[in-house]
């Protein structure tokens, strides 16, 4: 007989996870929790053991898909008398209609982004902490007007009234409701249910199950639809959070770094850095590290929930990467506690792990201020987005050869536009600047450290 | 020996000091007397507590922790495969618990944490049982009073205190019981623990801190909660204390042996400190690689617990083919019934909540019931099931 294997919940409390890889095909022969297949989740990585041993007659999704909890991943053939009941028997169709929830600890809520607090109704006046606390029922019995009258509010009724309208496809938001106070009862529920169509009530539904389609609902070749998830997703998250929360201010500073360059080429020549790669980014990392010194505010972090600012009095260095996966933000960690030739290490070993896809959570998560290198493609300057939680992040521009003033004279200089974007919550124009010109000084005179450290 | 001493993985600059001036109270060093290779190494103090083991006895140690490795990965196989809501692995711990267990006596009492399901199976919870709770289908999994084993404690380091009361009650009865409780190094922590072994002391009580320092509390490592060794904790209460390699059988169950005689004989209460190390996740929604580096898993992969026992009994000749088979068969029948079990466990019905709050009626309690069945029926089904989400 054929068994499904609907996918369960792996964490305590998760939505939906991301099958990774299977490790079998259709017509694969597998024994009772041999691993079929890899899973990624809000929490971890795991291996699926197989929940019967048959051969596999089906596999639901693909690689690459994020399933819901309870949607069937996968089908067996077993053999009938194998006393080995209906291992989902009753289980999975339950899972299967389960309402998805988070409990537990630990993962963020991808599913429907954070928990939306209820617009509270026109309480009394002098409500006192206790009717704070319930969203006032009370309030609304002096008016007769029956539902609408509590827009904002999910329309009152009782757990069992909801289920059945549930159960009936009906939207509560549509129900008028003729209990006290605008409580929607049974008999609202199945009046309405059974008077035909209400608009209200299709469209709702319709719009469900289109939406559970639409990944593959479209074949058009003038555009091309993909499902917003993994890094892209947590990308596209960490942004919106950091624009819509950070004010961001950004300033530009063009550098004369030919100095630099040519203090670049004869480290490289010495014996010290022999083997490393050293580039203009380890430069400009340094630079950037020893500026900070004297401008600390730029490495601190605005904690709205407990109302502080907090000072680190470390740097974890992060450096935007473009990797297979998308753009990550992996940190050095202690970064200003290290010597050039511990930075360049440090920098060559956290590019190549990304570029290989092997950063792990404990690289990414952490980081005090960070740099963007745009310049490797070609582009001179921008505004870019602060990493959420931090307090600055420079871009480096495209180094170029430029017609530029050099003692009294134009000559080609390499030239370099910096772009440092901060939040100005934390940190106000004087110290920004400051920190800019710093690291263009040094830049412009490596020298200048000397005065500075 | 020594390679076992830090049980850090080797490198632990920040760890505690493990140096001897530092080092008060306890004995000179870690109790071993299997070696990761499987050596068995004489000991002048400890040899004695298991002079009576047998080559027989020593098999059937072989067969235990054989067996709940394998209650622990098909448990967390059922987890993954959607039978269980969550289950706390025992990967790595199976020697501490094996040979503390088997060190009892069938009127000890055992107040355990939630990762002892080693201890359970000795004890000899059926194996449904000791998953129920874990599918969320009771919120016990067996009547402590049949077993002589509390339902585990979900809450970190209570059920110290539990197993204090117990032996001041073993006291007042005049009896030789003993009362062991287990629990982890993070909850040397915890003020309960510390409330638990006050008392001991005070009243001398015949109880066995059993503490499996499996080296990480959920992702705290140790040398963060400890700045001395575990073991050395006890001294400040006046408490004897014993550090063992808990990853060798034999050395848990002298130790623990030594612990329960002194305890027996109104010696008092003594702390066991059991040096393992979690090689698996805190529980199945944890991700350890998060916070734990992949070198020091291999370093204690190298001291596994039953690699060493299996060492030991190649060297006496005693690890045979039929052995093997004996064994094998043995965790194959127990993990088939624990799956049987499991996938044919009946769901509880939602008035069973109601079942176990008092031991007597209640008229209070029934009053609440009466109202949720009705509140149940309101839902048009007489038979009060409004199982998807009701009941999970």
């Known amino acids: 007989m054929i068994k499904e294997f609907r996918l369960p919940d792996l964490g305590e409390g998760l939505t939906e996870s991301e099958i990774l890889s299977w490790k079998v095909a259709v017509g694969d022969t597998v024994a009772l929790n041999q691993v079929i297949a890899e899973v990624e989740t809000a929490k971890a990585v795991v291996e699926l053991p197989s929940p019967f041993a048959g051969v596999i007659t089906a596999l639901h999704e693909q690689p690459g898909t994020v399933v819901e909890v309870g949607k069937p991943i996968v089908s067996f053939e077993v053999e009938g008398d194998d006393g080995e009941p209906a291992g989902g028997g009753p289980a999975p169709a339950e899972a299967a209609k389960r309402e998805p929830n988070l409990v537990g600890y630990g993962a963020v809520l991808e599913a429907t982004g954070r928990p939306v607090r209820r617009a509270r109704t026109f309480a009394s006046p002098a409500a006192s902490p206790a009717d704070e606390a319930r ?220 570029r290989a896809g092997k950063t792990s959570p404990a690289e990414l998560s952490g980081g005090t201020i960070s740099i963007t290198n745009i310049g490797v493609f070609g582009i001179d300057a921008g505004t870019p987005i602060l990493n959420p939680g931090e307090a600055a992040i420079l871009a480096m521009g495209a180094m170029r050869k430029m017609p530029w003033e050099y003692q009294d004279e134009v000559v080609l200089r390499q030239v370099m536009t910096l772009s440092l974007s901060f939040d100005h919550r934390l940190v106000d124009g004087e110290q920004g600047s400051r920190f800019l010109a710093d690291i263009g000084a040094i830049l412009a005179d490596p020298g200048m450290v000397l005065a500075m450290v | 020996m020594f390679t076992d001493e830090l049980g850090q993985g080797g490198k632990a600059p920040d760890g505690p000091d493990n140096s001897a001036n530092h080092h008060r109270g306890t004995g000179e060093s870690l109790i071993q007397l299997i070696t990761p290779g499987g050596e068995r190494v004489s000991h002048p103090q400890y040899d004695a507590w298991v002079r009576d083991v047998s080559d027989e006895q020593l098999a059937s140690l072989y067969e235990d922790l054989v067996v709940i490795r394998r209650i622990d990965t098909e448990a967390t196989a059922l987890q993954r495969q959607g039978e269980l809501g969550l289950w706390p692995p025992l990967l790595g711990q199976e020697a501490s618990q094996i040979g503390s267990a088997r060190a009892l006596r069938d009127d000890d009492f055992v107040f355990s944490s939630y990762r002892e399901s080693g201890v359970a199976y000795c004890r000899g919870v059926d194996l449904p049982n000791i998953i129920k709770v874990w599918r969320g289908n009771a919120s016990a999994g067996w009547d402590p009073y049949t077993v002589n084993l509390a339902t585990p404690q979900i809450i970190i380091g209570a059920h110290t205190l539990h197993a204090t009361g117990y032996a001041m009650g073993i006291q007042n009865d005049g009896a030789d019981s003993v009362a062991i409780t287990y629990f982890g190094d993070g909850a040397t922590s915890e003020g309960d623990v510390n409330e638990a072994m006050v008392f001991a002391a005070s009243f001398q009580s015949p109880v066995v801190f059993f503490c499996q320092n499996n080296h990480w509390a959920i992702s705290e490592p140790v040398r963060l909660q400890s700045h001395i060794r575990i073991a050395d904790r006890a001294a400040g209460f006046g408490i004897p204390s014993i550090r063992v390699d808990g990853n060798d059988v034999l050395a848990v169950m002298a130790a623990t042996r030594e612990a329960l005689e002194r305890a027996r004989h109104g010696g008092g209460p003594t702390f066991i400190e059991a040096v393992t190390y979690r090689m698996g996740p805190h529980t199945t929604a944890d991700d350890p690689t998060r916070y734990r580096d992949a070198n020091e898993l291999e370093d204690w992969a190298a001291k596994d617990p039953i690699a060493r026992v299996k060492g030991l009994l190649d060297r006496k000749g005693l690890l045979t083919d039929e052995l093997e088979a004996r064994v094998a068969a043995k965790a194959d029948a127990v993990a088939r019934e624990l799956r049987a079990g499991c996938v044919n466990m009946p769901d509880p019905k939602p008035l069973d909540i109601f079942k176990h709050v008092y031991s007597t009626p209640n008229s209070w309690l029934d009053r609440q019931e009466d109202h949720y069945s009705r509140y149940l029926a309101s839902f048009g089904d007489p038979a009060g099931a409004p199982s998807e989400e009701g009941a999970r």
């Open chain 1, 135 to 354: 969203p006032a029922p009370a309030a609304v019995p002096s008016e007769s007007r029956p539902g609408p009258v509590v827009p904002a509010e999910r329309p009152r009724s009782t757990p069992p009234v909801r289920k059945l309208a549930k159960d009936l496809g009906v939207e509560l938001t549509a129900v008028p409701g003729s209990g006290a106070g605008g409580l929607i009862t049974r008999e609202d529920v199945q009046n309405f249910a059974g008077g035909g169509e209400h608009p209200a009530a299709t469209p709702a539904m319709a719009g469900a199950e289109a939406s559970g389609s639409a990944g593959t609902g479209t074949p058009g070749q003038r555009e091309t639809r993909t499902p917003i998830k993994g890094v892209r997703k947590l990308t596209a998250a960490a942004m919106v959070s950091s624009a819509f929360t950070a004010p961001h201010a950004t300033e530009f500073l063009t550098v004369d770094v030919t100095p630099t360059m040519e203090l670049l080429a004869r480290l490289k020549a010495s014996r010290a850095f022999e083997g490393l790669k050293l580039t203009p980014l380890t430069l400009v990392a340094k630079a950037l590290l020893i500026a900070l010194r004297r401008q600390p505010s730029l490495n601190s972090r605005w904690d709205e929930g407990n109302q502080e600012i907090v000072q680190f009095n470390y740097v974890n260095l992060g450096i935007a990467a473009a990797t297979p996966r998308g753009l990550t933000v992996p940190n050095i960690k202690d970064a200003d506690r290290m010597s050039l030739t511990e930075l360049s290490t440090a920098l060559t070993a956290l590019t190549e792990t990304a």
